[in-house]
């Protein structure tokens, strides 16, 4: 099985920056599982917000987050980072960890998440 724990996340008032990391692990994982951060906001259902490959050389994004976010992976430490930049109130929401199996292709393994929440 694969465990994903997530950190980073905490208050910030809007234009701020956090780094959240997501830490891997299990009998199964390895670099070849692609990895995404996807994000919930209350009242809202899950949004996919960014993804990286397990080079780490391919990456795509939530059009609302393009060039304020960036993904990426240190495939030495089995983790993934998600830097988010000029935060805004409507980025405020659960953040989750996910791994995507290359044998499956789908997101099969979550973390219990991480909150964001971004004043105004």
């Known amino acids: 099985q694969v465990q994903l724990v997530e950190s980073g996340g905490g208050l910030v008032q809007a234009g701020g920056s956090l780094r959240l990391s997501c830490a891997a692990s299990?009998?199964?994982?390895?670099?070849?599982?692609?990895m995404a951060w996807f994000r919930q906001a209350p009242g809202k259902e899950r949004e996919f917000v960014a993804a990286?490959?397990?080079?780490?050389?391919?990456?795509s994004y939530l059009d609302s987050v393009k060039g304020r976010f960036t993904i990426s992976r240190d495939n030495a430490k089995n983790t993934v980072y998600l830097q988010m930049n000029s935060l805004k109130p409507e980025d405020t929401a659960v953040y989750y960890c996910?791994?995507?199996?290359?044998?499956?292709?789908?997101?099969?393994?979550w973390g219990q998440g991480t909150q964001v929440t971004v004043s105004s």
């Open positions: 990286v490959n397990w080079s780490g050389f391919s990456t």
């Open positions: 299990g009998r199964t994982f390895s670099s070849s599982y692609g």
């Open positions: 996910a791994a995507k199996s290359p044998r499956t292709g789908e997101y099969n393994y």
